[in-house]
């Protein structure tokens, strides 16, 4: 059975601080890793990684993934209280199987 | 473009009632999935379709639960009879294709069954 872990579970932080929140995985067939943001409604694409070492941007955050350790990784720079959110890690596994396996998530909060 | 559209976006019944959750696609997409959220399960994979055929219904928790997709702008999720521990909120969303791997979410419907 496809396993995704997220850490830590909860993430309390000042606003100024950098956070890094982390994935590892056992799936069979591995094609694919995304990161989601989810706030107090649907889960919004961040990334979506899918080769090894090497490092997606977008603004603050940044997401890189190694295939050989089975983990990605998911930083926020400056973090900023529109920041708070759940961050869910997703895995796609090949052999058909084209749904996200998704981590529980790690809840940030950015305190002001 | 509207995104994924899902209604209602509240649900409340009775158990043993019948529930019918919709989702509109983005147009275009290929590939729609049915989600269902709880704190204890997180996020699970129930059902996804591609090209309205249903490839793998392996999440579906019981026989209660069945989808369909009539065609390539309409789903529904239906359960029957609901319980109490069907409350959750199911989301649908939506992939263009295989090649285009991130899935797009709709606002969820938030089920509660008493």
């Known amino acids: 059975e496809d396993k995704v872990v997220q850490s830590p579970l909860s993430l309390v932080v000042h606003e100024g601080d950098t956070v890094t929140l982390n994935c590892s995985y056992e799936?069979?067939?591995?094609?694919?890793l995304l990161w989601y943001k989810q706030e107090k409604k649907a889960p919004t694409f961040l990334f979506m990684l899918t080769s090894s070492g090497i490092e997606k941007k977008s603004g603050r955050l940044s997401s890189i993934l190694d295939k050989k350790e089975l983990f990605s990784i998911l930083n926020i720079t400056a973090t900023q209280t529109g920041d708070s959110a759940v961050y869910l890690c997703?895995?796609?596994?090949?052999?058909?199987?084209?749904?996200?396996?998704f981590g529980k998530g790690t809840h940030l909060i950015i305190q002001p | 473009d509207a995104g994924v559209i899902q209604s209602p976006r509240h649900e409340v019944t009775e158990m043993g009632q019948e529930v019918t959750l919709r989702c509109k696609p983005i147009?275009?997409?290929?590939?729609l999935f049915w989600y269902r959220q709880t704190m204890m399960r997180g996020l699970e994979l129930l059902i996804y379709f591609n090209n309205n055929v249903p490839i793998d219904d392996s999440g579906m928790p019981e026989d209660r639960f069945s989808a369909k997709m009539p065609n390539a702008s309409f789903s529904t999720l239906k359960i029957q009879p609901s319980e109490p521990r069907d409350s959750a909120v199911y989301f649908c969303?939506?992939?263009?294709?295989?090649?285009?791997?991130?899935?797009?979410f709709g606002p969820g419907t938030r089920l509660t069954v008493l």
């Open positions: 969303a939506s992939r263009q294709d295989r090649l285009k791997g991130e899935q797009f």
């Open positions: 147009s275009g997409h290929d590939y």
């Open positions: 997703a895995v796609g596994s090949g052999g058909g199987a084209d749904g996200l396996t």
């Open positions: 799936v069979t067939n591995f094609r694919s």
